[in-house]
């Protein structure tokens, strides 16, 4: 207790000196570059202290390792209440030696700390290759090597191609002409594309170490900050008497962890080092997800902590009131020792202690083992799961924490990402329409051409000279309006999209699949984008011509906007801004344009579940263009709200834009999506898609992976509809469809015709979403728009999410979760944008897909598809859940069955906490009479054959909510604990009164009573497991019939010898002797035969009176079934069962 | 806190650290094994306790515990016992006045005897026992309050016994250990019973008491040792320890007249040692043989038993009896295991039938109710 409160005292200590020093910061850094001061003219900086560039993930060092490791231990509550029993019986007389409790608890605590011990030291490996790796610096006009961890703030470091970058830099140079540089940020955000970055103008062309070390300059910059794409600052650049200043931007900020590609080497200028970098800032802890299970494992501790308490009050306060008679508290011939005799008080609590001692293992040390080795044990067979392997990605299941496995078996919600999971994220250019007229390239896959494919179908040909223009222009414009870069070589790190024609061996590679499959689209359509050199881009014509565009501006993608712009100017001087972009944020901006066959074209497409794009132009005046460089550089200067000035200045001109026309692209679904989708649904689940796509799009695939059905009325809550009606309007319009529709649902099903049943699916976008979560302002009444926005999920069976920002996702997930009935949420994703909701659900499911693998590592569990979420929680979810929470309720039974009749025992001593089993019976009780069999149980059972499980997804429900973990079962489980606790007490209670049961004569004491009893508690409690187990696998029979055995020969071998390091020999012969009297024999089979008959009654009669449906199919498969070979052929053959509810 | 996803050459997204388990350097081909153990499909026997095939069980229960029960029930009323309460509570009572005149350092026994009549004879083998009743043997600080190993002849624990025995570890005024130690040894019961047979013609004669085979064989020969050598008298191999407080003689003197019931191993004092599991309990005391000839072991008629009075029970409200018991294969005379077999018998086979109205009733319709075709 001490050293435990020693640590509490020294660690808070330890986080106040850290907070203080964290208060003492300034908002700004300056950093000098090359450790060069300013000149004396310059405004004096505050010189300050940053940390070296050491990267520590280890959580301890040698020399805290102990203490720490201990501290976190004995933090958990079970492992905190087994010390103290430790402590109490090493410290006071009770009735058990202390190894009883010791031996367990530090068996768990060192094997705990040594697994704890190589993970991290693991972990200091990782961070010292990391700390030692060498990086090149320029020091004194030269390039030397030093190791990463002494890189300090104004350092310049040389980074070469493929290297990743030490610390946060700022791009000083980089080996091409224009300054700029490629990184892929991959390991960061998972997006796989290549960033542009863009050094200063000033010091561009600074490109070797001397030229280098003569840049004198100082960085203002912000204090580190977590956001990967915020950065602020400025530089001043002192290159004569005027210092020049420049704004600095994320853009211009290489961040720790990202790589250098396609450029020879950069110069930078280290700003963040070691723990201050982005990189380690946004590390976020994974916060512990905790399963329900565990939840209610701990409340069950809770009641049994309570149950021991009284247990221990009661008999101490009997113990008293049963002695105060003197001649029962020291009879003669039973007298105390003179320190027994004194501290009255002290008397009573060291008594209330022992009691505490004598009934302890009713919360046995040995649960948390087996159910942390069940979790972990169990969590292979996912991993081995044959049919969770993907030949493709070659990739099987992954897991990443075991601890979740049965929450897998409880999900109601799930909120699934669309593209990449739903869809194959494999993009296929289907048509595009330029002014009315579709033009259908043969099928081009991604990469891939089929044999074949040549030629344009055009549908519409008959185009004048101006169409035909327009048609090239269209063309075009697709092939610049992108950010796609072209790869030449065959090995790209991250995806690869190969476009293995013939010589060419070049790759397009782009953030968005979507572009890549444009501009190959372009490509089959004639118009080869080449690259971009020296900022012109080079396309290849139809008439084998290259066409050159200088490439004057890039207004990015952004998903507010959601379309990004181009301004080139053609070889013949003519300046163009070609915009790309959703059909919502392309139409309002067009003046002029066929904008209706478009439209039409586009809305057709949508319903079809393709993705499509509008491609707009606008012809630019020089005077304009110069207006345009005007805006642009005065927002990119501004140091304050830049992104906001940003987008004012890309809304003012992205405008009078002339339509051209729009493409299609097809994201095919995943294999068998639509069947994951029903099963789940069947299942009792709620479907949610949460999207970034266009409402149409998403409710076109949602069509067809049968998540919204024929039949299904979609509800329809977009910014469309709440422009037209006020939010209030539509949210209470809404909410009295579905309700009502339910109210005379719920009288349906009392007049039993519920199988008519209409579901709802709504369909919501971001925009409204935000509006419905803002906090009310004005008037109360709109505070609950949240409830009855909740109110009108609750009833829809499938929730369209579209326009989702990553953070909405979140936010959705966050609500759900929150909500009243606090339902068990699953969110699955492939993409960097999924991680926040990954991390948010309480299972979060990572899909090995094409973006990146932030994701899978962010992730519970991983999986290589969509389709093997449904045996993943049909099957293992379901096994796990069932497995654990027999598990579970077994250990508390097993333990209230061993403690009570000690209990009771109590009543027949005196209250003088002698105990009832050999100290080798209370210590080997849950160690090795008991524990195999439930844990081999909790790791094979399966009460149904995963064929029917997955057949039938409707059994899904039957443990939905908990269900086998409520309290009306805990009860059940307790009570029957405590029944079959009294039979085998007063049983042998009633043999031994008063009598023989010896067919010589001759007495048995007290250690044959406890051995009787204990004889018949191992073998109830382990038929009590045999009539759970559904699945008897040999090693189920091994297991159950071989600890009797070695219950028994360990008794005879316990009782055999004189044990000359025992200091008493009572059990000599005790059991022995008790199997050769018949009567004991005959009271042992009655006994066992009294205490499983209810239980089997029980059974018996819940399933035959009130059968879940889980019950009917297991009866129904044994009739089927003959011979185990037959359950194959029987999941094809039986008929879907139709589900009445009850 | 922080994994080890820092390491910024983790570009594939193969974890090295600690968050993962088994998927850490798998190998390339990661196709998992189509072994039946790892894809869950072992062979297995799928049992399921439903009506049908629990009923017949419930019905051999019943029809296998119902006969046992009534044979035991036959057997336990078939056994004679006899008990005669000697506390000398009642002032009418023949024992009273040594209860209340007892002394702990009276020299004298008192002596008293009580009248009983047998109205059946007692066939074969008597087992005589007395019972005590309110006394704790079993509480804690008693059953631990002895020595196994000086008990089993070790001549370490003979000087020097376990700190167990304390209080009862020397002797308070010589300072001797005590042997034998503890509680248990020294509040040996030491009352002298001595059964005599009033024959009808007015003479009595003694009813001959065998005082060995009592107590388990194996705590006889092996658990129980007298120490030292055993050549040497037993006198002087308990030299240099003192008698328990409350006795009044020592150890070795508990059987003078015959040596293979002397000392630790006398008989009486192994019985004694076992402790009782209950506060009320009867402990074998002796054994009267069948006679050779077929006349009954007791006969019917008038005894007197003849008890020298040195156990003092009343100051914890205990009672001492002296039982007398015939006994069968299945022990002494317990009504309790025959009524529980018949009545878990009559139980079962009531379930049994309950369970056939039901198969009959629900069973079948619930299983053609839900498949439709």
């Known amino acids: 207790l001490v050293c435990s409160l020693t640590f509490i005292y020294l660690f808070s200590v330890f986080f106040l000196l850290q907070c203080a020093g964290e208060e003492n910061c300034v908002d700004t850094r300056t950093v000098y570059i090359g450790h060069k001061e300013p000149p004396p003219g310059a405004e004096a900086f505050i010189q300050q202290r940053f940390p070296d560039n050491r990267i520590v993930s280890s959580k301890y060092t040698f020399w805290n390792f102990i203490p720490k490791n201990m501290f976190e231990q004995f933090r958990r509550v079970a492992n905190f209440y087994f010390l103290i029993i430790f402590l109490v019986q090493l410290i006071i007389d009770t009735p058990t030696s202390p190894v009883t409790s010791g031996l367990p608890l530090f068996f768990v605590i060192i094997v705990t700390a040594i697994k704890q011990g190589y993970e991290d030291w693991l972990r200091h490996k990782a961070d010292k290759a990391v700390n030692q790796c060498l990086v090149q610096v320029v020091q004194h006009g030269k390039v030397s090597r030093k190791h990463s961890r002494k890189l300090t703030v104004g350092d310049v470091v040389y980074v070469k191609e493929d290297e990743s970058f030490p610390c946060d830099l700022i791009l000083l140079s980089s080996s091409r002409d224009d300054g700029t540089c490629y990184v892929t940020t991959a390991s960061l955000d998972g997006e796989s594309s290549h960033k542009t970055y863009h050094a200063v103008q000033e010091t561009k062309a600074y490109k070797t170490e001397e030229e280098v070390n003569c840049i004198h300059a100082t960085i203002d910059c912000e204090q580190p900050q977590p956001d990967l794409y915020k950065f602020r600052g400025n530089i001043n650049i002192y290159m004569g008497n005027e210092p020049v200043s420049r704004s600095l931007a994320s853009q211009n900020l290489l961040l720790r962890g990202a790589t250098l590609k396609n450029t020879e080497y950069i110069y930078g200028v280290a700003i963040y080092t070691g723990m201050e970098t982005k990189m380690a800032l946004n590390y976020q802890s994974k916060s512990q997800k905790r399963s329900a299970v565990e939840k209610s494992m701990n409340a069950y501790l809770v009641v049994y902590l309570c149950i021991l308490i009284s247990k221990a009050v009661i008999n101490t306060a009997l113990k008293y009131v049963w002695q105060a008679d003197p001649n029962r508290d020291e009879p003669w011939y039973n007298g105390k020792t003179e320190s027994e005799r004194q501290r009255h008080l002290i008397r009573a609590f060291t008594d209330f202690l022992a009691f505490m001692v004598l009934f302890n293992y009713i919360i046995p040390v040995s649960m948390y083992v087996t159910v942390e080795m069940q979790k972990f044990l169990g969590s292979y067979f996912i991993m081995w799961d044959d049919e969770m392997f993907d030949e493709e990605l070659g990739e099987r299941a992954v897991v990443n924490t075991s601890d979740l496995n049965e929450e897998l078996g409880q999900v109601e919600y799930v909120f699934t990402d669309k593209t990449g999971t739903l869809t194959e994220n494999n993009m296929e250019f289907i048509e595009c329409c330029v002014d009315g007229n579709v033009y259908v390239p043969d099928i081009i896959c991604n990469g891939q051409v089929m044999p074949g494919a040549a030629g344009i179908d055009m549908i519409d040909t008959s185009p004048g000279p101006e169409a035909r223009e327009r048609e090239e222009l269209f063309f075009r414009a697709l092939c610049l309006c992108h950010t796609v870069q072209v790869k030449e070589e065959e090995t790209v790190d991250g995806i690869k999209h190969g ?187 709620k479907v949610w898609v949460l999207t970034g796509d266009k409402m149409e799009t998403a409710a076109a695939t949602c069509y067809a992976s049968k998540l919204f059905r024929r039949s299904t009325q979609i509800l329809e809550l977009t910014t469309k509809r709440t422009e037209e009606q006020s939010l209030h309007d539509v949210l209470f319009e809404l909410s009295r469809t579905v309700l009502r529709h339910y ?280 038929f009590k497991l045999a009539l759970d187990t559904h699945y008897w696998t040999w090693i189920n029979h091994f297991v159950i019939w071989g600890s009797l055995v070695f219950f028994v020969v360990f008794s005879l071998l316990w009782g055999g010898i004189i044990w000359p390091f025992l200091n008493y020999q009572r059990m000599y012969y005790v059991f022995m002797q008790m199997l050769s009297s018949g009567p004991a024999w005959l009271s042992i089979i009655l006994l066992i035969t009294a205490s499983l008959l209810p239980d089997v009654v029980k059974k018996v009669f819940w399933r035959a009176l009130w059968p879940t449906t889980t019950e009917r199919i297991q009866v129904r498969t044994t009739h089927t079934q003959t011979s185990p070979t037959v359950s194959h052929i029987y999941s094809l053959e039986v008929p879907v069962v139709q589900v009445t509810p009850v | 806190m922080m994994a080890s996803s820092y390491n910024a050459k983790e570009e594939d997204g193969h974890h090295s650290g600690s968050s993962t388990h088994g998927g850490t350097g798998a190998p390339k081909n990661k196709k998992p094994d189509n072994t039946a153990f790892k894809q869950q499909r072992l062979p297995a026997w799928q049992p399921i306790l439903t009506a049908g095939t629990v009923l017949p069980a419930f019905f051999v229960i019943g029809l296998i515990f119902i006969p046992i029960g009534i044979g035991l029930y036959v057997t336990s009323n078939n056994i004679k016992e006899y008990e005669v309460d000697y506390t000398g509570v009642e002032p009418n009572s023949p024992c009273y006045d040594c209860a209340n005149s007892f002394t702990w350092n009276s020299t004298t026994p008192c002596v008293c005897t009580v009248n009983f009549t047998l109205t059946q004879p007692f066939e074969s083998n008597v087992y005589m026992y007395y019972g005590l009743s309110n006394f704790y043997q079993n509480h804690r600080r008693y059953v631990k309050s002895r020595d196994d190993s000086q008990l089993n002849g070790v001549q370490s624990s003979l000087t020097n016994p376990s700190k167990e025995c304390k209080p009862y570890l020397t002797n308070p005024e010589t300072k001797l250990p005590i042997a034998p130690c503890g509680a248990i040894a020294n509040s040996l019961f030491n009352d002298t019973l001595e059964l005599y047979y009033s024959q009808p013609d007015g003479n009595t004669s003694k009813v001959t008491l065998v005082k060995r085979g009592i107590a388990w064989y194996t705590d006889k020969n092996v658990k129980f040792r007298n120490p030292g050598n055993d050549k040497d008298n037993l006198t002087e191999r308990f030299k240099g320890t003192a008698k328990p407080v409350n006795w009044l003689k020592p150890v070795y003197e508990l059987d003078p007249s015959d040596p293979e019931n002397n000392g630790f191993i006398n008989e009486d004092f192994i019985v004694w040692m076992r402790t009782a599991a209950l506060p009320t309990f009867r402990k074998l005391y002796r054994i009267i043989q069948k006679k050779p000839d077929s006349t009954p072991t007791l006969a019917s008629g008038k005894y007197v038993l003849k008890i020298t009075y040195n156990y003092p029970v009343r100051s914890f409200d205990g009672r001492k009896r002296m039982i007398l018991s015939t006994i069968s294969w299945m022990g002494g005379k317990n009504p309790f295991l025959g009524i529980a077999y018949i009545t878990v018998g009559s139980i079962c086979f009531f379930l049994g039938v309950v369970l056939l109205i039901i198969h009959q009733k629900y069973d079948t319709r619930s299983n053609s109710a839900d498949i439709p075709n």
């Open chain 1, 743 to 1022: 109210g005379s649902m719920s009288r349906d099903a009392s007049s039993g015709l519920s199988s008519e049943y209409i579901d709802y699916g709504l369909i919501i976008d971001g925009a409204t979403l935000s509006a419905v979560m803002r906090p009310s302002q004005e008037d109360s009444n709109s505070g609950n728009y949240k409830e009855i926005f909740l109110e009108i999920c609750r009833n829809c069976s499938a929730v369209l999410c579209c326009r989702m920002a990553p953070l909405q996702k979140a936010q959705i997930v966050k609500m759900i979760k929150s909500s009243k009935e606090h339902p068990i949420t699953l969110a699955i994703g492939d993409g960097a944008n999924d991680v926040s909701m990954i991390l948010e659900a309480h299972v979060g499911i990572g899909i090995m897909g094409k973006e990146g693998r932030q994701a899978v590592r962010n992730s519970d569990y991983a999986i290589p598809k969509f389709k093997h979420l449904k045996k993943m929680l049909l099957v293992h979810g379901h096994y796990y859940y069932i497995r654990i929470s027999e598990l579970v309720q077994y250990f508390f039974y097993k333990n209230v069955c061993f403690i009570f009749p000690q209990f009771l025992y109590q009543f027949f001593c005196g209250f003088s906490q002698q105990p009832l089993y050999d100290t080798a019976y209370l210590t080997l009780y849950n160690i090795s009479f008991t524990s195999l069999p439930i844990l081999l149980y909790s790791l094979m059972e399966q009460h149904i054959n995963m064929d029917i499980l997955k057949k039938e997804p409707t059994l899904y429900r039957d443990i939905a909510k908990n269900s086998l973990l409520t309290w009306p079962i805990f009860i059940y489980w307790t009570v029957l604990g405590v029944y079959d606790a009294i039979v085998m007490f007063f049983g042998a209670y009633f043999l031994f009164d008063n009598t023989t049961f010896t067919s010589n004569g001759q007495m048995f004491g007290n250690w044959t009573f406890g051995t009787l009893v204990f004889t018949v508690l191992v073998f109830t409690v382990t």
């Open chain 1, 499 to 685: 476009i293995h024609q013939g010589k060419s061996s070049s790759f397009y590679i782009s953030s968005s699949p979507d572009e890549v499959a444009l501009v190959e689209g372009m490509k089959r359509l004639g118009f080869t984008y080449l690259r971009l050199k020296d900022g012109q881009m080079e396309i290849l014509n139809r008439e084998d011509e290259i066409e050159r565009f200088e490439l004057l501006e890039v207004l990015t993608f952004d998903s507010v906007r959601r379309r990004m712009s181009v301004i080139v100017r053609s070889s013949t001087g003519e300046l163009y801004l070609f915009c790309k972009g959703a059909d919502s944020s392309i139409f309002p901006r067009v003046v002029s344009g066929k904008m209706e066959q478009i439209k039409a074209r586009v809305e057709r497409n949508a319903v079809e579940g393709l993705r499509t794009l509008c491609v707009a132009y606008r012809r630019l005046s020089p005077e304009q263009y110069e207006q345009v460089c005007h805006l642009l550089t005065r927002a990119k200067l501004e140091f304050q709200d830049q992104d906001k000035l940003v987008a004012e200045a890309y809304d003012l001109i992205e405008r009078d834009l002339i339509l051209l026309g729009a493409t299609a692209v097809e994201d095919r679904l995943q294999e068998k999506a639509a069947d994951t989708i029903e099963s789940l649904h069947k299942a009792g689940m």
